[in-house]
């Protein structure tokens, strides 16, 4: 027999449990795959069509087809309102990063505690998101607790503005996705073999440059991880832009809820809708491919 | 030759175990000085006391004479060789071993090229300099570890089983290479191990470890040849006990007539004779029910399993320990 030809034998044996596995795959995947089909590619494909669809009276989409609603996203209007949203989610990215790397690496650092700090970062989480925004409200706003006690003290005369601005929007958002950021960096640096930092100590590092030389780049994975679930969640935020910053803060995922509700206009809240997506996906494409290779 | 390092009394007390007692020793200039025991004897503790890596409950370290046990690690001339070899993952290997140049006091070397160039030289590592540590082999990265750690002209190595990580064929010849590596730069090696062979093969003095205290400090030949102690006796090599003297099995011999001028024969019955190729291994039963093995040239004659034999040594090669 020639020494390529391969043995029939075992290319039968491993035909058959191939097949035997891909038929348990497809057993078990299949329910979770339309499901998925079902939920989200249909109602995607839906707002898709609604985008060439012209505005109903009270709602809803009537014929005819149409390519206005996406002409109307290159108005300077959308545009500027895209750009506050990109700042507005890389600067909460930005903040809590600069919160969440220290705070991972006093929790990963933190001995028999770890269990107990994990868990008041993810203690807000047992409350309703819509509940702890309304308790900032109460916090922030004019007659609230802040403006209120430190009127009391003496130490204002007139209530500070803390509400209905890009400051209140801000904290809501730091506030809210903090743990986002906190935890897969803390799962990055309590898999960080210790030996490493010992080694980089032996080298001559001071405790400052192994930070900075051997801690931050090992944590990239982890980093690159918490930026990609903060920012993508703070860009489509309406909730907190319309509850904390007021109608002043026109960010596009109010903007995006406002056409679906007070403007009535679901084929352009659509447009503007998919334009966000495509733009997200567009930007995280080559950081998700990043993270998952680091 | 003068001294590099000396320990006076160090200890290391953990709530529930003593991982070091009251260890002395003096390591000289230039000497590979091995720290020999089994797992839990404290070698590694002493290794990781003088990096600085822990701090001691008592007792001092001087280093050329200057007290370090309260600096840290950054602020030792010492240098680690950890047993994973702890190389940056992140970095390549000419940044991994231009490492801890940046770190050092007065900033990098006048001659830091010059050093970079010899030891890769040396370690044959030219063509990996811009390679991951991942993309290495063991040896490989041995070598990384040993030359991020030797360019910094470190007072002590500090080597913490370097071996160990090594598949047993390339261990015998990287410690070849280890040995001619240390005569060749004359840095101080303090080489902690478990396996006796090695530390007999590599070092100039040895301190044999165990639970935490010295139980013997020698060159190879004087621990090999004198042990101190059962335990040191049994630690490097082989021991066949009889009433508490103690004969190596390279010692012992095997008759089937009764030799002539020796007090020490015994009635045995051959149980196993193995030929391992470099000697003949014979195991025997002696008429008290000691086992015994003997090692015998590999020319012998062999013997018969349930053979009757002498077993009969000489009285100069017993061991004497002290009582």
């Known amino acids: 027999m020639q020494p390529a030809v391969k043995q029939p034998g075992d290319q039968g044996a491993g035909d058959a449990s ?10 078990f995947l299949t329910p979770t795959a339309a499901l998925l089909l079902a939920l989200l590619g249909a109602p995607l494909a839906i707002v898709l069509a609604y985008t060439f669809r012209t505005r109903g009276t009270y709602g809803g989409v009537t014929a005819p087809w149409t390519l206005e609603n996406w002409q109307r996203l290159a108005d300077s209007l959308y545009a500027g309102i895209l750009f506050n949203s990109f700042a507005v989610a890389a600067v909460s990215t930005a903040i809590c990063l600069l919160l969440g790397f220290p705070l991972a690496l006093f929790i990963s650092r933190a001995g028999r505690r770890r269990g107990l700090y994990l868990h008041l970062v993810i203690l807000p989480f047992w409350t309703s998101f819509l509940v702890r925004t309304y308790a900032w409200m109460f916090l922030l706003r004019d007659t609230g607790l802040i403006n209120t006690v430190l009127f009391k003290l003496g130490l204002i005369s007139q209530p500070l503005p803390l509400l209905y601005n890009y400051g209140a929007v801000l904290l809501g958002l730091v506030y809210t996705y903090l743990p986002f950021m906190v935890l897969p960096v803390y799962a990055t640096l309590e898999r960080m073999d210790r030996t490493l930092l010992e080694a980089a100590a032996d080298l001559g590092a001071r405790p400052l440059q192994v930070l900075w030389r051997v801690v931050l780049p090992l944590s990239k994975p982890g980093l690159w991880a918490g930026s990609i679930l903060v920012f993508i969640p703070c860009l489509g935020a309406f909730l907190i832009p ?38 997200v996906l567009l930007l995280m494409l080559p950081l998700t491919r990043k993270s998952a290779s680091l | 030759m003068g001294e590099v390092l000396e320990l006076r009394e160090l200890s290391r007390h953990y ?9 002395s020793l003096n390591v000289s200039e230039g000497e590979f000085f091995s720290l020999l025991g089994p797992s839990g004897c404290g070698k590694t503790t002493t290794l990781r006391l003088v990096a600085g890596l822990e701090a001691p409950t008592s007792g001092r370290i001087l280093l050329r004479g200057e007290a370090i046990e ?14 994973n070899y702890a190389l940056f993952p992140h970095l390549t290997v000419r940044e991994n071993i231009e490492f801890g140049l940046r770190h050092r006091h007065g900033g990098r070397p006048v001659d830091a090229d010059k050093r970079i160039v010899e030891l890769v030289e040396m370690l044959q590592l030219g063509d990996k300099l811009d390679r991951a540590p991942e993309q290495l082999s063991g040896g490989e990265r041995q070598r990384v570890a040993l030359a991020r750690s030797l360019v910094l002209h470190p007072d002590v190595l500090l080597l913490d089983e370097p071996l160990s990580a090594l598949d047993p064929n390339l261990r015998k010849q990287v410690r070849d290479e280890l040995k001619a590596l240390q005569r060749r730069v004359g840095i101080t090696f303090l080489f902690v191990t478990h396996d006796q062979e090695e530390a007999l093969y590599l070092s100039d003095r040895i301190a044999l470890l165990n639970a935490g205290r010295l139980e013997q400090l020698g060159t190879p030949q004087e621990i090999y040849q004198h042990p101190c102690s059962r335990f040191a006796a049994s630690f490097l090599g082989r021991v066949n006990w009889l009433n508490g003297t103690g004969i190596r099995p390279e010692a012992t011999l095997l008759s089937r007539d009764q030799p002539a001028n020796s007090e020490r024969v015994y009635d045995s019955v051959v149980q196993r004779c193995v030929f391992l190729g470099n000697h003949l291994h014979v195991e025997a039963e002696l008429s008290g029910g000691e086992h015994f093995i003997a090692e015998l040239p590999c020319n012998s004659e062999g013997f018969q399993a349930g053979e009757r034999v002498h077993v009969w040594w000489r009285a100069e090669d017993e061991l004497l320990l002290p009582i």
């Open chain 1, 18 to 27: 191939q097949t035997a596995n891909s038929g348990l795959r497809t057993l």
């Open chain 1, 242 to 279: 319309d509850l904390l910053g007021g109608g002043k803060t026109i960010l596009v995922g109010t903007l995006v809820q406002n056409q679906f509700t007070a403007s009535r206009d679901w084929p352009f809240g659509s447009a503007l809708s998919m334009a966000l997506m495509g733009v």
């Open chain 2, 15 to 23: 709530p529930a175990q003593r991982a070091l007692d009251e260890l």
């Open chain 2, 70 to 83: 309260h600096r840290r690690p950054h602020d030792r001339n010492v240098s680690t060789v950890f047993q």
